[in-house]
């Protein structure tokens, strides 16, 4: 299944694509899609309403960049992890060592916008940077997981994370990455939280990204230094996570940052992305670049 929050930002509305691709109203079910809905067993409650005909359909959703919004595909993340340097070609670029174990840092919960939202970039900033990323959506309690296994059972399903960094924030300023990662609108997710089990295989998945039209990114998650449940269960060993925490798992090689010319974004670039695997597709972004 596929979820997704329609409506002006702080108004969102929760819905559901069915399997015949129209939008159905959640709002019976739940006020939002957040922990809550997602630790209350809000997935399995859904199903059940479908396929007893309970949701309404709402309006067919435009495509952007029509009036019509859609917002985060989550209300409200407890918290926002993320890992550093997971790709072996992004760490190459950079001229990093591969990890021995997983980079992880924070991103401030309120980076978290609608996938078509206008990312900002900061004041001062000459080195603000794209970085397509699967994100994990956690659906249940995660505390000392002891298998890969166990990890998968954690996992609600997966958006497209835009994972958007200022890199002379993150690397000349104290080397303390939460700053270059945590201003304003640097966190469009969506359109969807897809399912863990639409899904399928999270290390079958290619990840694209264009910068004006122009191919910028390209990659696969079966590149990843640590694998998705690897990660989930990694974490549990440090931190507790609960349901409606993100964790965006890394970015392929093609940043701006390991570019030529270090092209970084300036006001009035687009941005796109798109995640597809063997069943389909996670959806697509869409940001226009404005200043702060």
């Known amino acids: 299944m596929k979820f997704l929050r329609v409506g002006a930002p702080g108004f969102e509305r929760p819905a559901v694509l069915g399997p015949d691709g129209g939008v159905h109203d959640l709002s019976s079910l739940t006020g939002d899609l957040d ?11 859904t199903r059940a309403a479908l396929a ?3 949701l309404p359909k709402t309006p067919k959703l435009p495509k952007p960049p029509t009036p019509a919004r859609i917002g985060a595909a989550l209300a409200r993340p407890g918290k926002v992890v993320c890992i550093g340097l997971n790709y072996r070609d992004h760490a190459e670029e950079t001229g990093a060592e591969l990890p021995a174990e997983p980079i992880v840092f924070m991103k401030d919960p309120g980076t978290v916008i609608g996938p078509h939202d206008e990312v900002l970039v900061p004041r001062d900033s000459v080195k603000t940077d794209w970085e397509i990323e699967l994100a994990v959506v956690i659906g249940a309690r995660a505390r000392y997981l002891e298998s890969d296994a166990a990890a998968a059972e954690c996992i609600a399903g997966y958006a497209i994370s835009n994972d958007v960094s200022e890199r002379e924030f993150q690397l000349e300023r104290g080397g303390q990455w939460d700053k270059g990662k945590s201003c304003e609108t640097f966190n469009p997710l969506g359109p969807w939280l897809v399912t863990a089990d639409e899904v399928g295989d999270p290390q079958a998945l290619e990840l694209r990204l264009w910068v004006n039209g122009q191919s910028r990114q390209h990659g696969s998650t079966a590149n990843m230094i640590f694998g998705v449940h690897h990660l989930v269960r990694y974490l549990s060993r440090f931190m507790v996570l609960e349901p409606g925490d993100v964790i965006n798992t890394g970015t392929p090689a093609g940043v701006a940052l390991g570019l030529p010319g270090n092209p970084y974004l300036r006001a009035g670039d687009v941005v796109e992305l798109e995640i597809t695997g063997p069943n389909g597709s996670l959806g697509r972004q869409r940001q226009s670049i404005g200043q702060a």
């Open 35 to 45: 922990g809550a809905f997602l630790a209350g067993d809000g997935i399995a409650r």
């Open 52 to 54: 007893a005909g309970e």
